[in-house]
């Protein structure tokens, strides 16, 4: 069984996680050691790998399916009579007196 890749939203997400997170806990906790620092990316992924596997679960549920006929009716197409041309009265202007 063939595991599914992961989608747009997930990539995004989990890695706007991770940059902004590593960021954030680097600057509130003001790791210096080789070892502060490892501890914070290590985390910052691992937050980030959370992030990006719950964005499905958060995802808006559709609504439920409308019900449907069983055979959709058929279409009836009609054709316009033929149109009798209008006869146009002839323009009357007033006359200059």
Do not use: D
């Not at 509130?28 to 980030?48: P, Q, Y």
């Amino acid at each position: 069984m063939a595991m599914p890749r992961p989608t747009v939203a997930q990539l995004a997400c989990g890695s706007c996680t991770v940059i902004f997170s590593t960021f954030a806990m680097l600057l509130l906790s003001g790791a210096s050691s080789v070892l502060a620092i490892t501890v914070v990316a290590v985390s910052a992924l691992a937050l980030g790998l959370l992030v990006a596997m719950t964005v499905p679960l958060l995802a808006p549920r559709r609504p439920a399916a409308v019900h449907r006929p069983a055979a959709p009716e058929p279409v009836r197409a009609t054709v316009p009579s033929p149109v009798r041309e209008k006869v146009r009265e002839p323009v009357r202007e007033r006359a200059a007196s």
